[in-house]
DNA sequence: GACTGGCACTCAACTGGGCAGAGTGCCAGA
DNA sequence: TCTGGCACTCTGCCCAGTTGAGTGCCAGTC
């Protein structure tokens, strides 16, 4: 019937959707993504206009967002109520519309003078992990450095029985693994002694995943008496390098999470349920890109319980490398520019505190 | 007007606080506890009666049910409600109402099954406290054994630079302590070695707090020219001794707050942050008598943020002595005899578990 | 064609009255 | 000392009516 009015017939698809989103309808999103993370309510045409200056009328931002939330953008809880961001939202903000916040100077100094304070790798870790969760208000997650990435430092045998030893290996972040070593046969101090020289001597340096390759032919230097109890040594160190299970996080700010919205119980379980799971977290960690900053964003988590939360973690490191992620959990609903200022501003200094140590 | 109508003119105080608490009045405090916790609502005379066979009518009961109010140990939200135990009341219940309820043996079975699983020390700790939280379906917080009450299995001197050692601790349950150590004086090889071996020989095996007064004269032995860097590494090691803060703890079941209350955030958030303070727990479990199960309910807690939950700790350890303790935190309102049944049969088998290995 | 003002409509959230039910305290009587 | 009965008090729930924010659509204007 609408089309019949038309003069030429001609039907007319004034659908918005039909047209690419041009830049007053990123606008809009934008303006919708802020304020709702302010207010945490639905946000309604009127305010919009009144809060931003569009220079445009309620009417118009209505038929923008009608467009945005044919594209999915954004969503109305019911009719009647104003629209909230979906994740495809959040996500073109992040990709599109927002840049990262830097923190200022004073935040910056301050900092470095809180992550300078500390005492050993345990004490960079907890700084790190609190201060992270304390500037953005929400959950912190911080990975010790990895053994991957690091150097041997120092391995050093102790024998505590004749036939048990301990193997310890010291690396070049200052991170301590220890192992029993129960040997097949007893071991005495010339051995002893002889073997830690040698371990050292080949292994001292090197990169962890390389060490198996350099020692690979150290029992055949050994009087082939000996050669079991080298080889059992060996085994129990290239255990220790493998076993990335081992990789140890460190979680801080979960009170935070009271300030995640209003149905409470049901937010909240899944989230604690998964930061209690180390492997999880460490999945998580695990897929950001080494140097970038991620953000993943509600449903582009693999984990169910973190679908209404979203990450943003980077990489960090001594010097150009990066060494382990940290990063914040957070409801979808967050400010993202800040947060991901705080997160990227913490991994470059905990980097070069820990260069310089 | 009722005295006047006594005939002998006596006045009789009926009022049921002027009698001391009788076997019945215990038996229906008994059995509010029990329902309130059961229910996490508040009872009521009547259902009081159908539910336990008290033997008299709910008119009676309401009657003790006043004088236990006036006591102090049980009350009421608003008239025309039923009743709620009062930190006093729970306390009345845990001295003399209560009685520990054991473990069946499928339980015990199980505990141990799946604590003898454990490959290492934090392997130990971190089983057993999920163990816990999964048992009493609260949070459970277990502490790392101590270093005070453990002796030295060996020490450990390593030369990274000429100046720079590390000092490795090791002790008899397994935990490994590491220390730099800048010397004044570049040390060589013999040195160092000559040190290691009295530093075993004569510390080897004590207490951790004896070990000052052990090595207080070992420089004297040393030539002069060495002393200092002896004492420098002496120093070390006794500070890293009475690093009583060093103490680590392992948390798990925070989840389980979720299933705390009604009024939900307000509850949750100080619980929250008074377990990322290390040092409230620390304190917390401190407080806890070495051997005997210590319940702390509600007010009792020094700690504001978790004055509405209670405590249950008790001391494990490898042999009869305890070297650490262990416990949960729930709401005020838990099953005081299961929880404690579980708190002390998780402490039972983790340091059978420790004396084994 | 893009924007705007106006209008009818929808729906959550609030309000107040009325009702049911659980629970109490008190009292007189067994 | 206990009990049954009674009047009373509250909370929780349901219901209907109202408010207000927000929408979609449409006709008109630049």
Redesign the pocket.
């Known amino acids: 019937m609408?089309d019949e009015s038309k003069p030429d017939g001609r039907l007319?698809d004034?659908r918005p959707s039909a047209?690419p989103l041009d830049e007053?309808r990123l606008a809009v999103l934008r303006a919708i993504v802020q304020d709702y993370v302010g207010t945490e309510?639905?946000?309604?045409?009127?305010?919009l206009v009144e809060r931003h200056n569009l220079?445009?009328?309620?009417?118009?931002v209505?038929?923008d967002?009608?467009a945005l939330?044919e594209e999915g953008y954004i969503h109305?809880?019911?009719?009647?109520?104003?629209?909230i961001p979906t994740d495809k939202g959040y996500r073109l903000f992040v990709d599109r519309l927002a840049e990262v916040k830097p923190m200022t100077a004073p935040e910056r100094r301050a900092i470095r003078h809180f992550l300078e304070g500390a005492v050993d790798l345990d004490d960079v870790v907890a700084r790190t992990v609190r201060l992270l969760a304390q500037l953005t208000r929400q959950v912190a997650v911080v990975q010790y450095p990895s053994l991957t990435r690091s150097t041997v430092r120092h391995i050093e045998l102790v024998s505590l029985t004749p036939t048990k030893l301990m193997l310890v290996l010291i690396t070049n972040t200052g991170r301590v693994e220890q192992r029993m070593v129960d040997c097949p046969a007893p071991v005495g101090e010339a051995l002893l002694g002889d073997l830690r020289a040698r371990l050292n001597g080949m292994a001292g340096g090197c990169r962890l995943p390389e060490v198996p390759t350099v020692l690979e032919d150290l029992p055949a230097g050994f009087d082939p008496a000996d050669r079991p109890a080298v080889s059992t040594v060996l085994t129990v160190l290239f255990e220790a390098l493998a076993e990335q299970n081992e990789e140890r996080i460190m979680l801080a700010g979960t009170a935070n999470l009271t300030r995640f919205g209003h149905d409470f119980p049901l937010t909240i379980r899944p989230v604690l349920e998964a930061l209690e799971e180390q492997v999880v977290l460490l999945r998580l960690l695990g897929e950001t890109a080494d140097s970038a900053m991620t953000v993943r964003i509600g449903h582009e988590i693999a984990y169910e319980g973190l679908n209404s939360t979203s990450v943003v973690s980077v990489g960090y490191g001594s010097g150009d490398q990066s060494v382990a992620k940290l990063g914040v959990i957070g409801p979808t609903r967050m400010d993202y520019p800040g947060t991901m200022g705080a997160v990227r501003a913490v991994a470059r200094y905990v980097g070069q505190i820990l260069a310089e140590s």
Chains 1, 2 share one sequence.
């Open positions: 609408p007319i004034t047209r007053r309510e639905p946000v309604g045409s009127k305010a220079g445009v009328s309620p009417a118009t209505r038929n967002m009608a939330e109305q809880p019911h009719t009647s109520a104003g629209r």
